[in-house]
Each structure stands twice: as structure tokens, then as C-alpha cells.
């Protein structure tokens, strides 16, 4: 535990390290500010110290983090109070680089509504149809977000699986198909499809999607159907780098992704 901490301590520390150099902040006027000592924030941002939870938005808001100080140390400190999905779905807006991998389902900021409302409902039967559509109707919204014109750069490599597998009627699986291709065609997104039987097959663990923002570190992140994991630890970043190279030289070419999807909609007909 006391390992777990030192660590935590280090990240916090350095990312507020650099939002203070970033400021223009000396470590003396944010110890004034603060109205302890500069030894007391060098041994913060050496992670010798934890800073204490009451002064982390006031940290915040002097450095011009915009929250994201906050919200790394809730990660690192309350991890169970942190509302992942809506804190990922604001990195992943402010990307520049977005890399998604997804091996049985088409990424939630790919998705049409119809896809969605088949994905929901048939992971969480007890959810009502109206909340269902709540739900889907927020999901295109934050696609919209990601998929604007100046938006990020978009790489997504996602299992044969994903289109093979009918998670609705087939209007609905046709529909989620030809926004791919619509994607895909445009240039918007750079699409390639795993297929069958490739080796090795460096997607084994799930999805992974790794961002790379303009203002923050890289990151990392692992996503279930009840919670998601995110890290900008540089050896992970790097390791899971590795891999979606890896299945990006594993899998079709963007071209051939096209007509693999060309093909496989003219089966839903």
C-alpha cells in the first residue's frame, strides 16, 4: 500500500509540476497562495508529500489546469469516485491523436443509434426503453464531438467479429456498416478490419484506446461493460503502443478493409 502511494504521489507531483512551469507559477507564489511554505510544495511535486484533498481544486484553478488536476487525483486517490465514463469521453474530444482497438463490438463513438439501442439493451435487459434511448441519443452526441470536422485524428482497428456477429435486425447491422464505409471512404477514419485467424493476435486482452492530447500526457484506456481503467504511466503507454502497431500490421489494409465492409453489407441486405 505504502508503495501504491509513493507512487500515486509521483504522478500527482509531476503532473503538477509541469501545469505550474506551464503557468509561469514559481513554487514560491504557489506556496504564498497556498499560505504554506515552498518547501512544502517542493515536496509535493517530488512526491515526498500528498497534497491534502481540501486545496486540490484551489491547485487547480491557480495553475489553470482546467480540472484535469482534479481529476487525476481522484483517479489516484478516490478511484471509485471517479465518473470514468464521462471523464474519457472529455479526453477523447480534446484529442489530437485518438487509436481504438476493439475486438466484439463497434466502438460506442462509431456507432448509429440503432447499433446502440441493440448494444444496450442487450447488455442491460432490465433498462427500460426510454432510458435505452437516453442513453444512445448521448452516445451520438459525444460521437459528434469526437468526429467534427477539426476533431482528432481517428486510427481504429476493430475484429472481423464486430460485423460478422449480428448484435441486431439486419437493417440495423446494414445501417452501422455503411456509416463505417461512409467514415472510412471520407478519410475521417482510418478503419482496419482483423481477420479471422491472424497471428499472432495482439488484441487478446480487449478493447484499449490510447489518446494523445495537445495539453496532457499520453494515456491508456481499458474499458469493460462496468468500468474503465485509465493510465498515462509512460512504460504502459509505450507497451500498449506496441501492441496496436502490432495489430495494425496484422490486420487488412485500409483498402481492403473497405471491400471486406462493401461485402459483408451486401449480406445484411
Known sequence: MADDLDQANIRFGQSMTTWRKRSGKTQQSLARHLGCTKGHVSQIENG?????????KEVDNFLG?????????????QP???????KFHQVQAEAEVIRDYHN????????TKGYAMSVISSGAPWVKQEEIQERAALRIKRAQQVLRKDGPQCHVVMDDVAVLRPIGP???????IEHLLKL????????????????PHAGL???????????APELVHFESVYRGQSTDVPKVVR???????????????????VAFLEEMSSKYE
Open 80 to 86: 471509485e469516485r471517479v465518473d470514468w465514463i464521462s
Open 239 to 257: 507497451q500498449f503502443g506496441t501492441l496496436f502497431s502490432r495489430l495494425q500490421a496484422t490486420a487488412r489494409s485500409p483498402q481492403e478493409s
Open 48 to 56: 515526498r508529500r500528498t497534497l491534502n484533498r481540501s486545496k486540490v
Open 65 to 77: 489546469a482546467e480540472g484535469r488536476l482534479e481529476h487525476l487525483y481522484s483517479e489516484l486517490y
Open 104 to 111: 466484439n463490438i463497434v466502438p460506442g463513438w462509431l456507432q
Open 170 to 176: 439486419n437493417e440495423v447491422m446494414k445501417e452501422q
Open 205 to 215: 486482452d480487449g478493447p484499449m484506446t490510447l489518446i494523445a492530447s495537445p495539453s
Open 184 to 199: 472510412a471512404v471520407s478519410g475521417r477514419v482510418l478503419l482496419q478490419m482483423q481477420g479471422w485467424g491472424q497471428l
